[in-house]
């Protein structure tokens, strides 16, 4: 790719991620006047009278980055944080604030521990204190703690199934909220009777609260039966662990009780503000775009469907501007956000962002004018140390004279080595955020 599209890839890629890093938006939209606390979320201003202390839970990918911010924010009210992230990116010391790593995507041995501290932390509170539960992308495999009579073992390879499934986030966190002893409101049960109040920085399409992370702190309109229905649509339930495939059927009969339902007195008493999504973040690289001479476009911040279809829309599309009479003026920047699946059938190594992105180059094979970046907004894709790749006309052909093989990658969802051997990787590392993906286009 040329490097000067590369440099302007880049450039927009990180303008939209400084946009939404926690620390930031925190210092931005939170205030105290008074024994109030100022809210400023993407539905308006909310009030709430802080009464007694307040403690600190936070969990997600860069949660640690907002360390500083807490104890110098609530100052003599604040009695303690315990903040639980994929990896620490925050090397200082904050006073009354720990840190725990957990395991990404596979829960493990640390995301356990790191959730019995969070516990730990939640039954100090009382019922006149308050409890800021701070909640970002990630937490479903960071909070873990398995629902009674089921291990560890039981959730990662749970976990794993639907990772590979082609299911979408809410359908996978149907799942997991019913084999869970702290999602779907479970972190309001143990903090009770202290109220709790969640901030959230979303990372699925559409930012509904009953998905975000699992809504550790929020109802769940979905049942057992839902998640027995998921599993036998996508032909999981005899690959499910039969500790596992049991507990659900026990939920399906009745015998164990459901998840927290819409309409609870601790659901009631306990909102949750959306702080910033991807749709705040586009804005941003909007902005950035024609800071740097583009016109640009947000087409959509909820895209969402199988991966390879969406691809072939999106290049199908951009063939018809590139060809067409001339709507968009150029150069032009085209902009998406949102959350694609992929089936796992090959053995390779990828993400689905890298695999956007080799669905693209095949597209758009020969097609001068037009460059692309699919990528991460929190700097991974899939298990690889790549956030995602780029891709434009000349991929495929830069490819084929080193003797590698589109279609054979694609087959074996090897999208990474594809790209590595390309030098066309996009490898930021830990951005601090998470929210969803970016596809930003530039059209010549």
Known sequence: ??????????EIYHAAIHAVQPALLLKKKLKISDSTLLVEGTQGQRRFSLTGNVYVAGVGKGVDLTAPFWGAFFENRFQGGMLLA?????KGRAERISIAVGDHPLPGERSLAGTERCLDLLRSAGPKDWV?????????????????????????????????????????????????????????????????????????????PAVIGSAPSFHDPTTYRDAWNILRRYHLLNRTPP???????????????????????????????????????????????ESLGFKATILTAELSGDNETRARELCSFLKQVKNGPGKYRRPHCFLLGGETTVRVRGKGMGGRN????????LELTGCAGLSILSAGSDGSDGPTSAAGAFADGRTISRARALGLDPYRALGNNDSYNFFSRLGELFCPGPTGTNVLDFKIVLLY
């Open 1 to 10: 790719m040329e490097a000067r599209a590369r440099a302007v890839l880049k």
């Open 86 to 90: 994929r990896e620490r990116s925050f």
């Open 132 to 208: 800021v539960f701070f909640l970002m992308g990630g937490a479903s495999s960071l909070l873990v703690k398995p629902a009674p009579g089921l291990t560890l073992e039981d959730k990662r390879t749970v976990t794993d199934l639907l990772l590979k499934s082609g299911m979408d986030i809410s359908e996978m966190n149907c799942i997991r909220k019913h084999l869970s002893g702290v999602k779907a409101g479970g972190i309001l049960r143990h903090a009770y009777p202290a109220r709790v109040v969640t901030l959230a920085i979303s990372d699925v399409p559409g930012d509904d």
């Open 243 to 289: 500790r596992a495939r049991d507990y659900l059927l026990r939920g399906v009969r009745g015998k164990i009780p459901e998840t927290l339902k819409p309409g609870s007195v601790l659901s009631g008493q306990s909102p949750l503000v959306l702080l910033a999504n991807n749709r705040e973040a586009l804005a941003a690289a909007k902005h950035k775009a």
């Open 354 to 361: 890298q695999e956007f992105a080799l669905v693209s180059a």
